[in-house]
């Protein structure tokens, strides 16, 4: 699975979106990217997932760049419910677990 | 409601006993499996289970065994081969355990976890 690369930590004001940005620029094409959040000290949340189409839930947007190589998950209105550590996760294609690999993630802060 | 229940929430052994946290699943999933995760980590895969009576090592396995008897439960032992076992276990289900011809249907949802503590 292709490696990714997320900033440590943001910040964002509550009632505005949060643009959460990550890298995979080794991804390959039947690669996903998948997007999780864990609050503390509870199960990771599934937010979202795409291949190379924009993509929107009740949750969340997720736009990934033409070439694939970085996606951007967007909260559109963000709460102090939405303080967690968001995780971009690239799988799929040769890997035979379904292992999900979590990097360190981003700790969103949402603050009043 | 539809979903992964673990239990119990919290958890306390002493050293040397062995102790099987249990997962629940009522989702109709095939997939399940075992993550465990310690403070300012990532995930470690324990073990996976694609099918009833089918389960594989994942890249931690070693001192924990697991069981599938029944599609909806599979539960974790700890066993006192295990070296440091104090931990927040995480346990998953997806539909099936590689998406293949049907795009998202290898989507994992976790349950709420399990925090194992050795006295």
């Known amino acids: 699975d292709a490696k990714t690369t997320q900033p440590t930590s943001m910040d964002c004001a509550e009632g505005r979106a949060a643009n959460l940005p990550c890298n995979h620029s080794?991804?390959?094409?039947?690669?996903?990217v998948y997007w999780y959040r864990q609050i503390h000290s509870q199960g990771p949340q599934y937010i979202i997932h795409?291949?190379?189409n924009n993509e929107t839930n009740e949750m969340a947007s997720l736009i990934i760049t033409e070439d694939r190589k970085s996606s951007t998950l967007i909260l559109p209105h963000a709460t102090l419910r939405d303080t967690a550590v968001y995780y971009c996760?690239?799988?799929?294609?040769?890997?035979?677990?379904?292992?999900?690999?979590f990097g360190q993630g981003t700790t969103l802060q949402v603050k009043p | 409601d539809g979903g992964i229940t673990q239990s119990p929430k919290y958890l306390f052994r002493k050293e040397g006993q062995n102790v099987t946290l249990s997962c629940e699943q009522n989702l109709n999933h095939d997939a399940m499996y075992w993550y465990r995760q310690d403070p300012g980590q990532g995930l470690r895969l324990i073990y996976y289970s694609q099918i009833v009576n089918d389960f594989q090592k994942g890249d931690i396995a070693e001192g924990y065994s697991v069981s599938r008897e029944k599609k909806e439960s599979f539960p974790l032992t700890v066993t006192s081969a295990q070296k440091n076992p104090t931990a927040f276990y995480l346990c998953?289900?997806?539909?099936?355990?590689?998406?293949?011809?049907?795009?998202?249907?290898?989507?994992?949802?976790f349950g709420p976890g399990t925090r194992l503590t050795v006295l």
């Open positions: 795409g291949l190379k």
């Open positions: 080794t991804i390959s094409g039947n690669e996903y």
């Open positions: 996760i690239v799988r799929g294609g040769s890997s035979n677990t379904g292992k999900l690999i």
């Open positions: 998953a289900s997806s539909l099936r355990l590689l998406a293949e011809l049907f795009p998202g249907t290898d989507t994992q949802y």
